[in-house]
């Protein structure tokens, strides 16, 4: 999250297959930012001493960490784009797609007012744009939780933002582990 006087933004998501601390991989010491968990989930937590001992002694993990924050750039800048040219409506299906690729279940938590801020709009905007997805069968919404009822659909009603940043991620992800970091409930 980016966070600013006027408000804060999400500038990316994160799951099971990243992670956040940049500034460690790269030499350097605050983070710029603000990470916010919105979805429930597991995490593991490696104290920069470790993180860099074994960067240092395992090629692969650097070449991994590089690959992956190459990766985030792109959903970064992709990002930054998608806020500045797309529709709320596009861009509320993009990001409840990114979060379901996340969540391991159809349903999920989520509150207007998180999406709303998320989305950088007022939370009536967020109010008309859920009713429309949930009127279309794309989701169901109530009461601070959502479920995806129809991805495909939901796919369609997404930016082209969506796929791009979802082939950046099938770069760095072996074969089959993109299926696998999504599973349905």
């Not at 998501?13 to 460690?24: H, K, M, N, W, Y």
């Not at 784009?81 to 299906?93: D, F, I, P, T, Y």
């Amino acid at each position: 999250m980016a966070v600013l006087r006027d408000g804060v933004v999400e500038t990316a998501a994160v799951g099971s297959e990243g992670f956040i601390g940049f500034e460690a991989v790269l030499g350097g010491g605050a983070a710029a930012n603000r990470a916010l968990v919105q979805l429930s989930g597991s995490a593991s937590r490696v104290s920069v001493k470790a993180l860099r001992a074994a960067m240092q002694s395992q090629p692969a993990i650097r070449d991994l960490l590089l690959r992956y924050m190459r990766y985030f750039l792109t959903q970064i800048l992709q990002s930054a784009a998608c806020s500045a040219l797309h529709e709320v409506e596009e861009r509320c299906a993009r990001w409840l797609l990114m979060a379901h690729d996340r969540a391991g279940t159809d349903s999920f938590n989520l509150t207007q007012e998180f999406l709303a801020e998320t989305l950088g709009v007022h939370r009536p905007t967020v109010t008309i744009v859920a009713r429309t997805m949930q009127q279309a069968g794309l989701i169901r919404y109530s009461r601070g939780a959502i479920t995806i009822m129809d991805r495909k659909g939901l796919e369609e009603a997404a930016c082209e933002c969506y796929g791009i940043v979802r082939r950046a991620l099938a770069e760095i992800l072996p074969r089959g582990a993109e299926r696998s970091s999504r599973k349905k409930g």
